[in-house]
């Protein structure tokens, strides 16, 4: 399908307005342009592979909007061209000039692949299929990857932590068991490494399927390895086709708050274990880390006083967030409209939906802090060099500085004894006082 693109060049501060006036002129469709690089609060909260690198940000930026081909626009556009017109008197908008063009709809699931290059990681070289491979690389360890839409570009820190340590450790004919497969990718590396067989779990169906077809790509069989949907955690279905106690390597490249309940519980805690008791077993231990963590402050009201203050920063954080979040969701609601959805419901629903995952990251964050938080040791100065003397003479009186010879004034006759022709002396200050 074709599209009108109209595009408005403006400054980056001016975005939001722009945005939220087309908005209230039933324009939908709306897409900022910059170069305002992401912030560090902003990137926290990523769990992404590849970010483009941007030029430096000179305070431009461009809001396009999407209308239908082949109808007269003049008067959306009279609107719009008004609606900056007015916008002059509060905010600086730049040029305001609008440019047109026409556009089609684009292959979104493909277009990220622009970002996705081939790179190494020790003798390791991970290569998208779409790339042909270099000369110079053909001694190396090759893994060919297209992640699809599962994780695992093999680029993300954690992943290659992964790999990194999986070449440390792999031995040949290892046993191996990888949660939260996505793209396969860490299954591969491991086969490619001499695993005798692989066993592999993730909650996304769609990742099983890109890792069977990412094992075709690398010339592996699907005998080498099994995998299965579901979660790992509370699936009893699943421990149990997965089995325990029969691997040499566990590799989990998943989040932090699923990874930590599942570390301190071995096969011998949970074995015959049902879903009630596991979780159980998982509170009764977290309630005696907390407790260990509360003796490591010498009275009880200093830890309640910390509890409070990361509450209130904690909850303070995340509903400013949230704030920011269903101001956004505001904006950009009315495109359920184009899915036959009344926009109004779905924004009540998704609103509901926001403040429970707020109030779940509220707990969260809140235990994280508090089971990190280490009380800070008390430093105990002392003197361990003793003075034995200085240069300093402090036996007789003391007295005022005296100048040992006059201090010559800017008008007194220059010392240096010159003189004019009629013989007049010269001041100081024209003669040798003059850079004084």
């Known amino acids: 399908m074709k599209w009108d693109k109209y595009t408005i060049e403006t400054t980056t501060e001016a975005e939001d307005y722009i945005s939220c006036t087309l908005a209230d002129l039933g324009i939908e469709g709306i897409e900022i342009e910059d170069n305002v690089p992401l912030s560090e609060s902003d990137t926290s909260k990523m769990f992404i592979d590849i970010l483009p690198e941007l030029p430096p940000d000179q305070g431009i930026g461009y809001v396009s909007f999407y209308l239908e081909a082949g109808e007269d626009h003049s008067e959306k556009l009279k609107e ?150 579901g979660n790992l955690i509370d699936d009893t279905g699943l421990q149990e086709k997965v089995g325990t106690e029969k691997y040499d390597v566990v590799v989990a490249n998943i989040l932090a708050d699923v990874i930590i309940p599942m570390a301190p519980v071995t096969p011998d805690d949970v074995k015959g274990m049902g879903q009630k008791e596991l979780k159980h077993l998982l509170k009764e231990r977290a309630a005696k880390a907390y407790e260990a963590k509360e003796a490591e402050f010498p009275e009880p009201e200093h830890i309640r006083e910390l509890e409070r203050v990361v509450l209130l920063k904690v909850i303070d954080a995340k509903w400013m967030d949230h704030i920011d979040d269903m101001d956004q969701l505001r904006q950009s609601i009315s495109l359920q409209a184009y899915a036959q959805k009344d926009p109004v419901v779905e924004y009540r629903y998704a609103g509901i939906q926001m403040f429970d995952e707020m109030i779940a990251a509220i707990s969260k964050d809140i235990v994280m802090i508090m089971l990190h938080i280490r009380k800070k040791p008390e430093v105990e100065r002392k003197q361990e060099v003793k003075v034995t003397g200085t240069n300093k003479d402090d036996s007789g009186p003391k007295k005022p500085v005296q100048r040992k010879n006059k201090k010559v004034q800017p008008n007194d006759p220059c010392p240096c004894g010159k003189c004019y022709p009629d013989g007049r002396p010269i001041k100081y200050k024209n003669c040798c006082g003059r850079n004084q």
């Open 80 to 229: 719009v061209a008004e609606a900056l017109e007015e916008m002059r008197s509060y905010v600086n908008i730049g040029s305001g000039k609008i440019t047109s063009s026409e556009t089609e709809d684009i292959d979104w699931m493909n277009n990220w692949k622009e970002f996705f290059h081939s790179f190494t990681i020790d003798d390791i070289l991970i290569k998208p299929t779409w790339e042909e491979l270099d000369q110079a690389d053909q001694d190396k360890i090759l893994i060919e990857i297209d992640p699809g839409i599962s994780f695992g570009t093999g680029k993300h820190e954690t992943t290659q932590l992964c790999i990194h340590q999986l070449r440390k450790y792999m031995k040949d004919g290892d046993e191996v068991l990888d949660v939260g497969c996505g793209s396969g990718i860490l299954s591969i590396v491991s086969l490619k490494l001499g695993a005798g067989h692989l066993t592999g779990t993730d909650i996304d169906e769609d990742c099983i399927t890109s890792t069977y077809e990412n094992f075709e790509v690398n010339h592996l069989s699907r005998e080498q390895g099994d995998f299965y949907v």
